[in-house]
Structure formats: structure tokens, C-alpha cells
């Protein structure tokens, strides 16, 4: 008879299997990283070391990079994870800011404008040139502050298997009863 504890264990298990059969799709394929260019920037990662740098060179079972130590390599095998660095996007963050901020500052300008009926104690024009002014230099300032670029994975080798997994958790011990 299966227990509601082995059946949440067997749900837990292949939700698990199933993510991370997703995650290692790239797992164990060299292919992409052949295919980087030389001087691309990586971050490769070994056990616990992580190394940033770029590409010297590629063969069938190495990487040659520069980073700050001088020219390292590395063998497929010892390698765990290789990830690419993305384009940042600052410009294009600084004129999205441009724009909203400079939206902003006139709807903030506009609202600000004297009602009819009320005291004019500056010209409400050049309130909402200044207000607007403020705006687009803030909002530029925070496009440009906002972080871009990042790393992608290209190639992941994770020494944990799903079969480890399975085994681990169906272990003949984990799914018994105790008995008091």
C-alpha cells in the first residue's frame, strides 16, 4: 500500500528529474564552446575556481583564454560551466530614461501649471522647461545606472545524475514506515 509520504517523495523526485533534465540540456555538449570565437568573453568555471578572460583558442578537449593571470588552459573534463558575456545595453537604457524622464517632467510641469484664479508668480512655461530639464537628467542618469549585459551559459557539466538522484531517494530505508 503506498503511503501519502512516498507518494509526495515520488512527486518531489520527478518534479526534480524533470527540471533538471531541462537545466542540462546543454550538459556534457562541447559543441557550443568549439563554436565561440577567439577573443570572446567567458567565464569558465572549475570546481570551485571561476576564471574570467578571453578566448585564445579552441580545440575537440580544451580552451585556451588570457585572463588576469596570463594564458590558462583548460581541459573539457575539469571544466564545469562556460558562460559567455552578454552586450551591455547602456546607451539604450540612458535614452529610455531620456524619454521617460522628460515625460515625466512635463506631466510633473504641466500639473504644476497655476490654475485660473490663482496668484502667477513665475512664468508656468519656464517651470515646466525646468521641471522637465530635471527629469530627463534624472531619468537618464538612472538609465545609466541600471545594470546590463550579464553572462549566458553555453555549456554546463554537471557530475550529479538523475539516476544518483533516484537512487538516493528510493533507497529501500527512506520510504519505510517506523514503527514506535
Not at 22 to 43: F, H, I, M, Y
Not at 125 to 144: C, E, N, P, Q, R
Request: aromatic share 4%; net charge positive; charged share 20%.
Amino acid at each position: 500500500m503506498l503511503t501519502s509520504q512516498f507518494v509526495c517523495r515520488l512527486g518531489a523526485l520527478l518534479a526534480l528529474a524533470a527540471t533538471t533534465a531541462v537545466a542540462q540540456k546543454s550538459a556534457g555538449d562541447w559543441n557550443p564552446v568549439k563554436a565561440l570565437t577567439t577573443g570572446t568573453e567567458v567565464r569558465v568555471t572549475t570546481g570551485s575556481r571561476t576564471v574570467s578572460g578571453k578566448i585564445d583558442r579552441i580545440t575537440d578537449d580544451t580552451l585556451v583564454m588570457t585572463s588576469g593571470k596570463g594564458s590558462e588552459m583548460f581541459t573539457e573534463q575539469e571544466v564545469t560551466r562556460v558562460s559567455v558575456g552578454k552586450k551591455g545595453h547602456r546607451g539604450r537604457n540612458a535614452l529610455i530614461g531620456l524619454a521617460v524622464g522628460a515625460g515625466a517632467g512635463v506631466a510633473i510641469g504641466i500639473a504644476a501649471r497655476p490654475k485660473p484664479g490663482q496668484l502667477l508668480a513665475n512664468e508656468s512655461g519656464a517651470i515646466t522647461a525646468v521641471i522637465t530639464a530635471i527629469g530627463a537628467v534624472v531619468g537618464t542618469l538612472v538609465g545609466v545606472a541600471i545594470p546590463t549585459g550579464g553572462w549566458r551559459e553555453v555549456y554546463g557539466n554537471s557530475s550529479i545524475s538523475v539516476h544518483a538522484i533516484l537512487k538516493r531517494a528510493f533507497d529501500s530505508k527512506s520510504h519505510r514506515q517506523e514503527t514506535p
